[in-house]
């Protein structure tokens, strides 16, 4: 039997966890501010490792709630939020680490011709998976060849009977596999193998690797296009900016392209229900024209049609924004259904001119079901929708409180949320984690649809911009999200392309960077003896909106733009 000293840091008692008096243990009422179902089955440490899912962590605990060294007990990971107590998993996760939610890994395998969008699916894909929580990354095979070769010449190196380049295709392709089972071995999730794998042949070579020996689970999804348009789009815009044709000019690298592909549609074997009756996949075409599932099996690759059922490749944007700047904000308070202030109302009326100004067409706006959001929508001449899904994050018995307010009254948890505050939940509330749940509709929505203006919130736009962005998780709760500011979003061939428009509003500043040391409360949320003074004024210092340091990348380019008054 493990010693529950095994799980316990720095160096509490064994006495003062029992009874739970320096409020480090978990205890009855620990337990019960859980918004979700609570699972305690009491099992031996032997019936944990050989039958119990690894992904919950293991703790001690007597009957009656308190820990204890002699009964280990299996509990959510979202139930638990002290720094104090080391959660043991899976993978050995640590606090604040997301659980394995997948018991079995998948490998998730393209396939179709060039120029067809398998990489943007990959892609985006990969994205929609590590958002939700899911380790996911993509392999393609096309950067391996480039490895493995000397500068490219021309198309005949994808010839049908070119049998030393087509040598070396498949070596980079094992190669490819094998660090796919390395990956998966070092605590990966869901792989997706970005290729062609247009021949029986192959698809049969992946399988015996991936199914027979490896015993993952296997998923084909196929890319089919003859709409000519659209594939010419892909063409323009991705392949002939591709590392292959570097130097090249357009016209002759598009003319190779086009060479290429004649060479895998030589040999082009679509999935067949027939001869390849044994395996999962899902057809999609003409970018979700049509879409047809085979033999699909198991919650993840559920969700994985789900999703690439509702994504399109219809140009569009998406405009986001907090709501203006609220009677609470200048309070410094958290949460509640406050007002807008009368630069807020200000901010209003400016953001319905600039809307104006876009012209943009078949625009929808999306507001949550919060006074701050309607209000601030009020003056905006497009269909509105209130989304209850929208509103902002719930900080439980913390609402309507100011930070300095919180660090006095709950020290410890105002500490335990600096520790992992994307998984950390507020008591009788809500976590980060629990809020990416919420909004997974809206990103299905979002994904639907044309262009939106979605009016939100903090914490809100912090997660939809962590999807967009593809950012982790654990840079998801300081995402910089300044009030009176308008975020262009425009998809591009394999991301996102982001712009900060700030309306020339002034606003109060409520970000809080991630401290040095948790639990440590910045100067500037301090207010001295209260919020307010005599007046009813906020000693709350304004600022102006700094731009955020972001990267520029293939996924997510950023530029900051002021609006004109």
């Known amino acids: ?144 060849r480039r490895q ?74 196929e890319s089919i296009c003859d709409d000519p348009t659209i594939i010419a789009q892909n063409i323009m815009e991705v392949k002939v900016n591709s590392p292959d044709y570097k130097g090249m000019n357009k016209d002759a690298a598009l003319e190779d392209f086009l060479h290429r592909i004649d060479h895998y549609a030589e040999l082009y074997e679509r999935m067949d229900e027939e001869l390849e009756s044994s395996y999962s996949y899902m057809k999609i075409f003409n970018t979700g024209e049509k879409i047809l599932v085979h033999k699909h099996e198991g919650h993840i690759q559920s969700r994985i049609v789900y999703y ?40 209003s009326k400016a953001l319905a001119s600039f809307i104006r100004e876009q012209n943009i067409p078949s625009l929808r706006v999306w507001t949550s079901w919060m006074k701050r959001t309607i209000q601030t929508a009020n003056g905006i001449d497009a269909p509105q929708e209130r989304w209850k899904a929208l509103n902002e994050i719930d900080a439980g018995t913390c609402e309507e409180m100011t930070y300095e307010e919180i660090a006095e009254k709950y020290p410890q948890e105002f500490e335990a949320r600096d520790h992992s505050k994307f998984s950390y939940r507020y008591p009788r509330g809500e976590s980060y984690e629990d809020l990416v749940a919420r909004l997974e509709p809206v990103i299905m929505e979002l994904e639907r649809q044309e262009n939106v203006l979605l009016i939100g919130h903090q914490a809100v736009l912090r997660c939809l911009l962590a999807y967009f962005m593809d950012k982790p998780s654990d ?63 906020s000693y709350f210092k304004e600022s102006v909106y700094e731009a955020p340091e972001l990267n520029y990348n293939e996924a997510s380019h950023a530029t900051v733009v002021t609006a004109k008054n």
């Not at 008692?13 to 009855?28: A, C, H, L, P, V």
């Not at 690439?308 to 490749?313: F, Q």
Request: proline fraction near 5%; charge should be positive.
């Open 1 to 144: 039997m493990e010693n529950s000293t095994n799980f316990i840091k720095n160096g509490i008692t064994r006495e003062e966890i029992q009874n739970g008096s320096d409020g480090y243990g978990i205890t009855n009422s620990e337990l019960s501010r859980s918004s979700l179902p609570i699972l305690i089955p009491i099992v031996t440490q032997r019936q944990r490792t050989n039958s119990l899912d690894r992904s919950l962590p293991i703790i001690t605990t007597t009957t009656n709630g308190l820990c204890s060294p002699n009964i280990p007990i299996m509990i959510p990971i979202c139930c638990y939020r002290s720094p104090h107590v080391q959660l043991c998993g899976r993978n050995g996760l640590g606090l604040g680490e997301r659980a394995n939610y997948v018991n079995t890994p998948h490998i998730i395998c393209m396939v179709g011709l060039p120029a067809r969008g398998k990489t943007y699916i990959a892609k985006k894909l990969s994205r929609y998976l590590n958002w939700i929580g899911i380790n996911t990354k993509v392999f393609n095979v096309g950067e391996y």
């Open 148 to 221: 493995a070769t000397s500068a490219y010449k021309n198309h005949d190196f994808f010839r049908g009977d070119n049998k030393s380049a087509l040598a070396i295709r498949t070596k980079c392709a094992q190669e490819a596999l094998d660090d796919v089972s390395q990956w998966i071995d070092n605590g990966g999730e869901v792989a997706v193998f970005d290729a062609t794998n247009t021949t029986r042949d192959r698809r049969k070579f992946i399988y015996d690797w991936i199914v027979k020996k490896m015993g993952y689970k296997l998923f084909f999804v």
């Open 308 to 347: 690439l059922m509702n994504i399109h490749i219809t140009p569009r944007t998406i405009y986001l924004t907090r709501h203006g700047e609220t009677d609470f904000n200048q309070l410094q308070r958290i949460g509640g259904d406050s007002d807008l202030s009368i630069r807020g109302v200000q901010y």
């Open 475 to 537: 840079e998801l709760p300081y995402l910089q999200v300044p009030l009176h500011t308008v975020i262009k979003l425009t998809p591009v061939a394999y991301g996102c392309r982001v712009e900060f428009i700030k309306i020339p509003i002034e606003a109060v500043d409520t970000h809080r960077a991630k401290p040095m040391v948790p639990g440590f409360l910045d100067e500037k949320f301090k207010v001295g003896s209260g919020s307010l003074n005599g007046e009813g004024e």
